[in-house]
């Protein structure tokens, strides 16, 4: 049943893609994980000796808040909320006043399995709602 709908939506649209929208508006518990989550800047990003940390900087800039999931003093994880009008750059999701979309989140390779993405989310929420963003997006695929 499910792979007639499939071919039914495919001869209907083309190619498409299902996703799945999440919005966050709620208070958040505290984390109990033992890492810290901070709002970064560029220079976080470019002391960071990895890589794929460093290659993020692409998404800050006006109209972005980046945040930080760290290990110590190790970088492990970074997360992007773009708003206004960096967000219609890619206007998946109509935003209004004070909503923001997480488009981006990278956990290092060797931080997976340890709940590293979560608490960036969580806290950068948490955050986000400190700084006067009522809710949150974030389109998973």
Same mark, same amino acid.
């Given at each position: 049943?499910?792979?007639?709908?499939?071919?039914?939506?495919?001869? #209907?649209? %083309?190619?498409?893609?299902?996703? =799945?929208?999440? +919005?966050?508006?709620?208070?958040?518990?505290? /984390?109990?994980?033992?890492?810290?989550?901070?709002?970064?800047?560029?220079?976080?990003?470019?002391?960071?000796?990895?890589?794929?940390?460093?290659?993020?900087?692409?998404?800050?800039?006006?109209?972005?808040?980046?945040?930080?999931?760290?290990?110590?003093?190790? #970088?492990? %994880?970074?997360?992007?909320?773009? =708003?206004?009008? +960096?967000?219609?750059?890619?206007?998946?999701? /109509?935003?209004?006043?004070?909503?923001?979309?997480?488009?981006?989140?990278?956990?290092?390779?060797?931080?997976?399995?340890?709940?590293?993405?979560?608490?960036?989310?969580?806290?950068?929420?948490?955050?986000?709602?400190?700084?006067?963003?009522?809710?949150?997006?974030?389109?998973?695929?």
């Amino acid at each position: 049943m499910k792979s007639m709908l499939k071919k039914i939506l495919r001869w #209907l649209f %083309g190619d498409y893609a299902a996703y =799945h929208v999440y +919005r966050n508006g709620a208070n958040l518990a505290a /984390p109990a994980n033992g890492f810290t989550v901070r709002q970064i800047d560029a220079g976080d990003l470019q002391r960071s000796p990895d890589t794929d940390i460093g290659e993020q900087a692409f998404y800050l800039g006006e109209g972005a808040h980046g945040f930080g999931c760290f290990d110590g003093d190790a #970088l492990v %994880g970074v997360c992007f909320y773009w =708003h206004g009008q +960096r967000y219609l750059k890619r206007n998946f999701w /109509p935003l209004a006043e004070r909503e923001a979309k997480l488009v981006q989140i990278i956990t290092l390779p060797r931080m997976r399995d340890r709940s590293v993405a979560p608490t960036l989310i969580q806290e950068s929420a948490r955050a986000m709602q400190a700084l006067g963003f009522t809710r949150n997006y974030a389109r998973i695929w």
